[in-house]
């Protein structure tokens, strides 16, 4: 049961209340005993796969042994899920005892993401951590998780997304998510842009920090056994597997099999047999996840361009199926109709539906942008109409795909499991084989 005090605070703080700088947390951190310092971190930034590259990064790790944290934004369901260690979210009991020691150590008001950040770094302590994996929240150098000096730092990919906060070019975007290398530091990333590349490698430059590059320093190949061979700067392992869907999935995969490498550089060796085992059992929800089979229904978290771009060429490669049902919600300040272009074309039904956010952009407004690009969408009046919808639409062939925000992943989520059509044979997830 949910402390009703500690959760009316927490909504206090607005979620959807964003700032940058340091000040902030770094005065509460201060006033906390700077727990942030009793752990070694690896810190991922980028437009798109910083939570799959944690994960992987933090299952590693773990199966080498070590005590790891790990911290992810946003959450689907519950806010705990952001904080975990050792493949476990932080208990009820820790949670509320965490938020009222952090709450008494604020001086300078902070956001919902940076006491949530406080309250994790702060577990992370309490659990002796001996690593954490820290997901930064937005862009990276004024970023709340920006405090912590990591072994390496991970720049997954550069594109357009928050550009309000960001800056609308991909070079002022590069520029914010370059601040998370530091002096002398490592940094590994699957950036591809030459443009881009060569200002991540003059950053480098001067802070005296290595640049790593994907397909340059190190890549992930298919082997004629449909395992996975990774190339590495130090080594080589065969034999790998990786469970989560798309072909996007492998280019993360590089990049935190890179970071480990640079962890063990730095005292942290992971053995192959940990490399393998943690590949192979590590679990992202609300990633390309599938909720039912027959229909498929199909849960994504894409929220930008670049994104929905991964979903549609996933669609193609990976399942196979007869009509796609598209069901759609967004937040308002994303570039939703660059989305709607590419997955649009791909789909027989489009049903909208009405996110709780206060961020949501309206039904009538993602409506009319879909009207201009020549298609007629079925508006819902809620996440659970539009599900019940889709489901009574659907053949066993067809499939039914909800994307557009992590908020309406975490609101399908939630609705899906109360539905009665979903037992619990039938909602039995698969992973790692192509849908047919």
């Known amino acids: 049961m949910k402390n009703s005090r500690t959760s009316q605070y927490l909504d206090s703080l607005n979620i959807n209340k964003m700032r940058f700088g340091l000040g902030a947390i770094t005065s509460v951190l201060s006033r906390l005993g700077h727990p942030q310092k009793s752990f070694k971190a690896v810190t991922i930034t980028g437009t798109n796969g910083k939570g799959s590259t944690a994960a992987m990064?933090?299952?590693?790790?773990?199966?080498?042994?070590?005590?790891?944290?790990?911290?992810?934004?946003?959450?689907?369901?519950d806010v705990r899920e952001r904080i975990t260690v050792n493949g476990r979210k932080i208990s009820r009991k820790d949670f509320d005892r965490i938020i009222v020691c952090v709450r008494k150590k604020v001086v300078q008001p902070l956001t919902y993401f940076e006491f949530i950040t406080a309250v994790a770094f702060e577990y992370f302590k309490t659990r002796k951590a001996d690593i954490a994996v820290l997901e930064v929240g937005l862009g990276g150098r004024l970023d709340a998780t920006n405090v912590c000096r990591p072994l390496v730092s991970v720049i997954t990919n550069i594109a357009f997304d928050h550009t309000a906060y960001l800056g609308r070019t991909l070079t002022s975007i590069a520029v914010e998510k370059a601040g998370i290398i530091k002096p002398h530091g490592l940094c590994v990333t699957g950036v591809a842009q030459?443009?881009?590349?060569?200002?991540?490698?003059?950053?480098?430059?001067?802070?005296?920090?290595?640049?790593?590059?994907?397909?340059?320093?190190?890549?992930?190949?298919?082997?004629?056994?449909?395992?996975?061979?990774?190339?590495?700067?130090?080594?080589?392992?065969?034999n790998l597997t990786v469970p989560l869907r798309g072909e996007?999935?492998?280019?993360?995969?590089?990049?935190?099999?890179?970071?480990?490498?640079?962890?063990?550089?730095?005292?942290?060796?992971?053995?192959?047999?940990?490399?393998?085992?943690?590949?192979?059992?590590?679990?992202?929800?609300?990633?390309?996840?599938?909720?039912?089979?027959?229909?498929?229904?199909?849960?994504?978290?894409?929220?930008?361009?670049?994104?929905?771009?991964?979903?549609?060429?996933s669609l193609k490669k990976d399942f196979s199926f007869r009509h796609l049902i598209l069901i759609f919600g967004v937040l308002a300040d994303k570039d939703y109709r660059k989305m709607l272009q590419k997955i649009v074309p791909l789909a027989r039904v489009i049903i909208l539906a009405p996110l709780k956010a206060q961020r949501a952009a309206s039904v009538a407004a993602v409506s009319q942008t879909i009207r201009s690009l020549g298609r007629m969408p079925v508006v819902?009046?809620?996440?659970?109409?539009?599900?019940?919808?889709?489901?009574?639409?659907?053949?066993?062939?067809?499939?039914?795909?909800?994307?557009?925000?992590?908020?309406?992943?975490?609101?399908?989520?939630?609705?899906?499991?109360?539905?009665?059509?979903?037992?619990?044979?039938?909602?039995?997830?698969?992973?790692?084989?192509?849908?047919?």
């Open 194 to 238: 030459k443009k881009i590349l060569g200002l991540l490698q003059d950053i480098c430059l001067q802070r005296g920090a290595s640049l790593y590059r994907l397909n340059h320093d190190f890549r992930l190949a298919r082997q004629k056994n449909g395992s996975l061979l990774y190339e590495g700067v130090y080594s080589d392992v065969k």
């Open 57 to 77: 990064i933090a299952a590693m790790l773990h199966k080498a042994g070590y005590c790891v944290g790990l911290y992810t934004s946003p959450h689907l369901i």
């Open 248 to 313: 996007h999935q492998l280019a993360n995969a590089a990049l935190a099999l890179a970071a480990v490498e640079m962890c063990a550089r730095k005292g942290f060796p992971v053995s192959e047999t940990a490399v393998r085992a943690g590949l192979q059992n590590v679990r992202w929800e609300g990633r390309l996840e599938v909720l039912h089979i027959s229909p498929w229904v199909l849960l994504d978290g894409a929220h930008n361009p670049a994104g929905i771009g991964a979903l549609c060429r």
């Open 380 to 436: 819902s009046q809620s996440v659970h109409q539009a599900l019940e919808l889709g489901l009574s639409l659907a053949g066993s062939r067809d499939l039914i795909c909800a994307t557009g925000s992590f908020y309406l992943a975490g609101e399908v989520k939630q609705t899906f499991s109360k539905l009665v059509f979903c037992d619990n044979e039938k909602s039995k997830k698969v992973q790692g084989k192509k849908v047919s």
